[in-house]
């Protein structure tokens, strides 16, 4: 199981991995079967944030295309 948040505004969503608890190992396939919206969470895309070691951290960005 998946944990994640979708947060939306101004007409996308987006949904919100935690890299560093999920792990970095997204696919492009992955990420189709997330965003699609008849038999996924639906969004335009994914947003992994990742932990950095000289900062906060780092967010990857995937569209729902992959």
């Known amino acids: 199981m ?20 999920e792990g970095s190992g997204m696919s492009a396939a992955r990420v189709k079967e997330i965003c699609d919206r008849n038999r996924g969470v639906g969004a335009d895309g994914v947003l992994i944030w990742l932990p950095e070691e000289n900062a906060d951290g780092r967010m990857v960005v995937w569209n729902a295309d992959g």
């Open 2 to 21: 998946l944990e994640f948040h979708k947060y939306q505004g101004l007409g996308n969503d987006f949904v919100i991995i935690d890299g560093a608890r």
